[in-house]
T-cell receptor, first 117, second 112 residues
């Protein structure tokens, strides 16, 4: 079974600093996908970044980058130059449990990030 | 391009009642997944539909059901509501497997 572990329940960071949110995963699949989502207090899950298990380069999307270390089974999210609007819950997720091409995300417990001015 | 829409946004029901939630995916997306989010259990997968067929189902009782229409819109139904069904129900759409899922704003269900 797939499992995602986020060990940081909460993080406090000063505005403009870089922040790393930790994510480790467990799977026996050779092919898998890793995702990061942001959930503001409004509740909507916002897709941030994706990393495929066979991608050789770390994914980047603007201020977001994913530090993918396959051997360590980690997929940390790095936010550069944090902004007040980055304050939210952040979830790491894995696409797993594929049956007949089905789509299923397994989520971690999340990290609540607070950016201080 | 319009995002995923969910209706209603908020709902209050009484134990024993049933409820139907609706989700309209992004245009062109054929896969719709549903998730339940609670403070205690976190985000849990309910089921996924693709071209009107349920392709996968999570570990939820049979009171939770869903369907997808030919225009890819999806509904989920919860019968005989229990207090523990109070949650944020999120719908997500994607083009297909191996594509990222985009979530709607959710329906917050409160069971009293």
């Amino acid at each position: 079974a797939q499992k995602i572990t986020q060990t940081q329940p909460g993080m406090f960071v000063q505005e403009k600093e870089a922040v790393t949110l930790d994510c480790t995963y467990d799977t026996s699949d050779q092919s898998y996908g890793l995702f990061w989502y942001k959930q503001p207090s409004s509740g909507e899950m916002i897709f941030l970044i994706y990393q495929g298990s066979y991608d050789e380069q770390n994914a980047t999307e603007g201020r977001y980058s994913l530090n993918f270390q396959k051997a360590r089974k980690s997929a940390n999210l790095v936010i550069s130059a944090s902004q007040l609007g980055d304050s939210a819950m952040y979830f790491c997720a894995m696409r797993g449990g594929l049956i007949q091409g089905a789509q299923k995300l397994v989520f971690g417990q999340g990290t609540r990030l607070t950016i201080n001015p | 391009k319009a995002g995923v829409t969910q209706t209603p946004r908020y709902l209050i029901k009484t134990r024993g009642q049933q409820v139907t939630l609706s989700c309209s995916p992004i245009s062109g997306h054929r896969s719709v997944s549903w998730y339940q989010q609670t403070p205690g259990q976190g985000l849990q997968f309910l089921f996924e539909y693709f071209s009107e067929t349920q392709r996968n189902k999570g570990n939820f009782p049979g009171r939770f059901s869903g369907r997808q229409f030919s225009n890819s819109r999806s509904e989920m139904n919860v019968s005989t509501l229990e207090l523990g069904d109070s949650a944020l129900y999120l719908c997500a759409s994607s083009r297909d497997t191996y594509y990222e899922q985009y979530f709607g704003p959710g329906t917050r269900l409160t069971v009293t």
